[in-house]
């Protein structure tokens, strides 16, 4: 079992920065991946970012060039750096630790971006 907790949404204009933190504990040597996702009401989660155990990464094309995925091993981590934020980019943020087997998710926390 592996337990996912974000913290770091909120409110902030157009062109501002947010960090996210996903703290992951549990089953750790099981994790291959981590990575971040969002849903919009009505919509399908989609993919954010996400990054390997080796430390390998993969953007959405519509995040790319602002936001940084990376994670600190030594505090079990992960962290969304989210800059240049639009106010499409407003929803719920979810945390994501995939295993051989199975996929773990945080609670949520909510970002939103005003014009």
């Known amino acids: 079992q592996v337990q996912l907790v974000e913290s770091g949404g909120g409110l902030v204009q157009a062109g501002g920065s947010l960090r996210l933190s996903c703290a992951a504990s549990?089953?750790?040597?099981?994790?291959?991946?981590m990575g971040w996702y969002r849903q919009a009401p009505g919509k399908k989660r989609e993919l954010v970012a996400i990054?390997?155990?080796?430390?390998?990464?993969n953007y959405a094309a519509s995040v790319k060039g602002r936001f940084t995925i990376s994670r600190n091993n030594a505090k079990n981590t992960v962290y969304l750096q989210m800059d240049s934020l639009k106010p499409e980019d407003t929803t719920v943020y979810y945390c994501?630790?995939?295993?051989?087997?199975?996929?773990?998710w945080g609670q949520g926390t909510q970002v939103t971006v005003s014009s």
């Open positions: 994501n630790a995939a295993t051989k087997n199975n996929l773990y």
């Open positions: 990054i390997t155990s080796s430390g390998s990464t």
């Open positions: 549990g089953n750790l040597f099981s994790i291959n991946t």
